[in-house]
């Protein structure tokens, strides 16, 4: 698409502007053409194939000019070329070198640290599992001790049980041996109740013997006093017999009485013996209790000696794996420079190892220049500051003083603004000014929307045409390539080029002898060049001078630079 004073091209807008049409473009298609001979002929004939579909406008618009703007893009290419290959080539071979000069020079003390750290963390971790194994050897012998305890004491309580068994047992068998001898005496205190009813039935038959006796011999003439005194004795002996043998009678039949009562289970004997059968009971039940909470105490030994192994080992296990991540930190704790290294080919190794053996020459120099740098500094400073500190002090305590009158000034200047109602008003004001411009965001927002999609149709359809440009352009230069055009151009844009740079040298020559003439003329020259200048800025600033460019511009654009006055003569008559 061709526009007013530009066309299309490519990814780019390539403004074709007035000044350079004209007598200037044909000139220079002249000499392209002229110089280029064949090779540029058929270099324009392929690329103007390529540009059909953009008008014939736009051809005639672009044609020199665009073809040697393509044979400079083609020109670039092979240097560009060049030139990333070289940078990449460089990049590839210092990639990971200036890392390890870094590192090389760079202090190794944190390195250092780190590995002591990293050593002392294998130390401390293999400590640890040490213990851990010791803890789980000890856990082992404590929790078998434990059981051997556990059974100990339960065949304790088996032979504590087994005795009172025994015990319960024999009790058991006193208990029929006192069964009988309870009967046995039972029978023999009713025999004896018997024999003691029989004994005074006796006692009174005796006693009544005594009397008779007594009574008859108080009768009987020619008995001696002493005679009856001894059959006096005898009755009261014999009277004192029964009385005595009722009273046991009575004793025996009461307690008889009882023990039939009681019969032979009720015997003192057999009760003795049955308390201690209870007892021997009780006793047994003790040690079968006893017995219970031994095997309890081997299992609960056994249990709580496994769990003490388990975290035992359990210790051990993390102690191992923390051995494990110690010794893998520390094989993994390279210094820098060994990493940076690593990366590294041989030959840039050996590089870096050569460069890292100059390191103490370098600190040697280093070392004599900073100490040349520096020689006498310190007394300097110390008596540069012994002068100036107490100038300084003085008058920068005197300068804070006039900031600190300053302050309390314009502090006491907006306080009394603020007691007058000043400073209401001053800030009331403000808010009324910004609050003209309350809905002007809204509205500028609103226009550039409305903006916005006006002039989406025109830039679709630019966008549109700048798309067939590419593809007319990329064609062109196809063709081009197809018929050996392109390689003809790009020749004859160096042939240009030289040509170029020749006179570019001899331009600047001429002017290197004109600005040596002035020099060695004094400068006059300059200073009337300067002059020169002067008035033209003066005539070209001129009202009128201004109002003409303008007029003569706006012409040029709409028609063709002719219509426009370009001589000199001209312009002046319009500028004065």
């Not at 002929?41 to 000019?65: T, Y």
């Not at 103490?360 to 500051?385: C, H, I, K, Y």
């Not at 400073?423 to 509205?443: R, S, W, Y």
Request: hydrophobic residues 45%.
């Amino acid at each position: 698409m061709a526009g007013a004073g530009g066309v299309l091209v490519g990814r780019g807008y390539v403004s074709i502007r007035p000044e350079f049409e004209g007598d200037w473009s044909r000139s220079v298609n002249a000499r392209a053409s002229n110089a280029g001979k064949s090779g540029a002929g058929a270099f324009s004939k392929a690329f103007g194939a390529g540009l059909k579909g953009i008008g014939a406008l736009a051809g005639v618009a672009i044609g020199a000019n665009l073809s040697a703007a393509a044979a400079g893009a083609a020109v670039l290419a092979p240097a560009l070329t060049t030139a990333g290959a070289a940078a990449g080539a460089l990049k590839l071979g210092l990639s990971g070198v200036g890392e390890a000069f870094k590192a090389a020079f760079a202090d190794s003390t944190a390195d250092a640290k780190a590995a002591a750290s990293a050593t002392k963390a294998v130390e401390s971790a293999q400590r640890g599992l040490a213990n851990a194994q010791r803890a789980l050897a000890q856990a082992r012998v404590d929790a078998a001790k434990r059981v051997a305890d556990a059974q100990r004491q339960v065949r304790d309580a088996e032979r504590d049980l087994s005795d009172a068994q025994q015990d319960a047992r024999q009790v058991q068998g006193e208990l029929n041996d006192a069964r009988r001898e309870a009967a046995r005496a039972l029978e023999d205190m009713n025999q004896r109740l018997a024999e003691s009813h029989l004994d005074e039935r006796e006692a009174v038959l005796r006693l009544k013997e005594a009397q008779q006796e007594l009574t008859a011999a108080r009768q009987k003439p020619g008995v001696t006093p002493q005679e009856l005194e001894e059959l006096q004795i005898r009755y009261e002996r014999a009277k004192l017999n029964l009385t005595e043998q009722r009273r046991e009678t009575k004793r025996l039949a009461d307690d008889t009485k009882k023990a039939n009562k009681a019969g032979v289970d009720g015997s003192q004997q057999v009760l003795a013996v049955k308390e201690r059968i209870s007892e021997a009971n009780e006793n047994v039940a003790d040690k079968e209790r006893a017995l219970a909470d031994a095997q309890r105490g081997v299992d609960e030994a056994r249990t709580e000696g496994a769990r003490q192994i388990e975290d035992a080992q359990r210790a051990v296990a993390d102690a191992a794996a923390a051995v494990a991540d110690a010794q893998a930190a520390a094989a993994a704790q390279t210094s820098k420079l060994d990493e940076a290294m690593a990366k590294l080919a041989p030959n840039a190794k050996s590089f870096v190892r050569a460069v890292q053996g100059l390191a103490p020459a370098w600190s040697s120099m280093r070392l004599s220049v900073q100490n040349e740098l520096f020689r006498g500094l310190d007394s300097t400073v110390t008596s540069l500051g012994r002068t100036t500190i107490p100038i300084l002090q003085r008058q920068l305590t005197e300068t804070a003083g006039v900031w600190n009158a300053m302050a309390k000034n314009a502090a006491g200047a907006v306080t009394e603004m603020a007691r007058t109602g000043m400073l209401d008003q001053i800030l009331a004001g403000a808010t009324a000014n910004l609050k003209v411009f309350e809905k002007a965001p809204g509205q500028l927002i609103t226009a550039w929307g409305q903006l916005a999609v006006a002039a989406q149709p025109a830039f679709n359809s630019l966008l549109t045409q700048m798309a067939g440009a590419i593809t007319s352009f990329t064609d062109g230069i196809a063709a081009s390539f197809e018929s050996g055009g392109l390689e003809q151009g790009i020749t004859t844009a160096f042939e240009i080029l030289s040509q170029f740079g020749t006179l570019l040298g001899n331009v600047l020559g001429v002017v290197q002898q004109i600005f040596k003439a002035a020099s060695d003329a004094g400068g006059q020259i300059v200073g009337a060049l300067g002059q020169v200048f002067g008035e033209l800025e003066k005539i070209l600033a001129a009202p009128r001078c201004r109002r003409n460019c303008a007029a003569c511009s706006l012409r040029w654009r709409r028609s063709s630079p002719r219509s426009c006055p370009s001589s000199g003569r001209s312009c002046r008559l319009w500028c004065l």
